[in-house]
Antibody, heavy 126, light 110 residues
Framework: QLQLQESGPGLVKPSETLSLTCTVS??????????WGWIRQPPGKGLEWIGS???????YYNPSLKSRVTISVDTSKNQFSLKLSSVTAADTAVYYC??????????????????WGRGTLVTVSS | EIVLTQSPGTLSLSPGERATLSCRAS???????LAWYQQKPGQAPRLLIY???SRATGIPDRFSGSGSGTDFTLTISRLEPEDFAVYYC???????????FGQGTKVEIK
């Protein structure tokens, strides 16, 4: 059964770069059916999509974060990573990695996030 | 950017009652790309509905989704104790490619 696990520092200083890794186990990150994404949730607030990546390295980002975000993939390690630069307290959140599915049924292609990691809390503070 | 607005913000109901949650988009979205998630405290979101009306694997049939265009609905026919949670709608737009979430509806025990 495929699982995703986030890892990285739980505390980052303001103006520094937040770095997280998502390890995919029980399946290959290189499947043509999936994209992989990062979503975050500030404490007590809603969900915000950060960006997504395909195993080939193709990416797309939330326009509001695009200038600060880099997502990369390492297929040899079955991992993908998030870097968010110039962080402030507003970037304090639980960060989730997730699998995006493209499911074809007849004429339709459905798209959704079906598997999520447990999430990791990152606090931005000096 | 497409904005999703969920209502109500909080729904106070008793077990056994029917819950109706609304998700309204600022412009028309593809039903194929409209999903609903359930989130309980301290847990990751869980996919309930994809394609606006298709239940994900293992989701009980008391959960149903409907709608098209700009108006979508998640209905829980008879609330079970484990259904009290926060529910989010989500959509994918292709120009530019991006995902957005609604702000969530909390279903709480009355």
């Amino acid at each position: 059964q495929l699982q995703l696990q986030e890892s990285g520092p739980g505390l980052v200083k303001p103006s520094e770069t937040l770095s997280l890794t998502c390890t995919v186990s029980g399946g290959s990150i290189s499947s043509s059916s999936y994209y992989w994404g990062w979503i975050r949730q500030p404490p007590g607030k809603g969900l915000e999509w950060i960006g997504s990546i395909y195993y080939s390295g193709s990416t797309y980002y939330n326009p509001s974060l695009k200038s600060r975000v880099t997502i990369s993939v390492d297929t040899s390690k079955n991992q993908f990573s998030l870097k968010l630069s110039s962080v402030t307290a507003a970037d304090t959140a639980v960060y989730y990695c997730a699998r995006r599915v493209d499911y074809s049924s007849g004429w339709y292609v459905f798209r959704y996030f079906d598997l999520w990691g447990r999430g990791t809390l990152v606090t931005v503070s000096s | 950017e497409i904005v999703l607005t969920q209502s109500p913000g909080t729904l106070s109901l008793s077990p056994g009652e029917r819950a109706t949650l609304s998700c309204r988009a600022s412009q028309s979205v593809s039903s194929s790309y409209l999903a609903w998630y359930q989130q309980k405290p301290g847990q990751a979101p869980r996919l309930l509905i994809y394609g606006a009306s298709s239940r994900a694997t293992g989701i009980p049939d008391r959960f149903s989704g409907s709608g098209s265009g700009t108006d979508f609905t998640l209905t829980i026919s008879r609330l079970e104790p484990e259904d009290f949670a926060v529910y989010y709608c989500q959509q994918y737009g292709s120009s530019p490619p991006a995902w957005t979430f609604g702000q969530g509806t909390k279903v709480e025990i009355k």
